[in-house]
């Protein structure tokens, strides 16, 4: 079985932090690209942050210098530090494994973030 669960989400006011983890079983985590997607109603599933096998990293621009992806091989989980939330970040957040050729690709159940005064 391949799992991915995803924690840490919550209500934050704005200008607040959170820190959403995912822990996965199931697949050899690190050859696997992780990556952070968002969902807000209304919205499409967009990308937020991934981080690849090799560690290199990419992101939304409505979250550079805001949020930052990492990963911890030893432990099978991948993080996402949030700082500055902003409204505009509330949504449903999911953790995605995805892996070369479409020969494997992974969803979590998502975690919500709500940014509200």
């Known amino acids: 079985q391949v799992q991915l669960v995803e924690s840490g989400g919550g209500l934050v006011q704005p200008g607040g932090s959170l820190r959403l983890s995912c822990a996965a079983s199931?697949?050899?985590?690190?050859?696997?690209?992780m990556g952070w997607y968002r969902q807000a109603p209304g919205k499409q599933r967009e990308l937020v942050a991934r981080?690849?096998?090799?560690?290199?990293?990419n992101y939304a621009e409505s979250v550079k210098d805001r949020f930052t992806i990492s990963r911890d091989n030893a432990k099978n989980t991948v993080h996402l530090q949030m700082n500055s939330l902003k409204p505009e970040d509330t949504a449903v957040y999911l953790c995605?494994?995805?892996?070369?050729?479409?020969?494997?690709?992974?969803w979590g159940q998502g975690t919500q973030v709500t940014v509200s005064s």
């Open positions: 995605n494994a995805r892996y070369p050729f479409r020969l494997g690709n992974y």
């Open positions: 981080i690849t096998s090799g560690g290199s990293t």
């Open positions: 199931g697949i050899i985590f690190s050859r696997y690209d």
